[in-house]
């Protein structure tokens, strides 16, 4: 992970793995290398040590998709804090676009000559 990916107090959303797509609000509050503090809504359910997440940042006005493993989940007060590291490299959502794009027109051609035999 690049240093320069997150600083402290920047805006993060969390999905977390609780079963529904709903992204939770969070903040940094400490960055160290492919490690950081991210403090919660306190009304986000808190993963558990291990578990992985997908963490979304929007660096430069554009949006990353990151995987992160937390280490470690406790509370300060009620909210609760993760120390999340970084595993892999960003994705970005125009990249991403590009994947479906290119997914959907392979899966459209395959269609096609299905449709022609």
Avoid: N, W
């Amino acid at each position: 992970m690049e240093s320069a990916m997150f600083k402290k107090g920047d805006e993060v959303f969390l999905q977390v793995p609780d079963g529904s797509a709903h992204l939770h609000r969070g903040r940094i509050v400490q960055e160290r290398g492919d490690r950081c503090l991210v403090e919660l809504d306190p009304t986000c359910p808190a993963p558990e040590a291990g578990q992985e997440i997908m963490l979304f940042t929007e660096p430069g006005g554009e949006f990353m998709r990151h995987v992160a493993r937390v280490q470690q989940a406790t509370r300060a007060g009620t909210a609760p804090v993760l120390d999340l590291r970084v595993t892999g490299e960003p994705v970005s959502a125009e990249r991403r676009r590009h994947r479906r794009v290119s997914y959907m027109s392979a899966y459209d051609a395959m269609v096609r000559t299905m449709v022609k035999t």
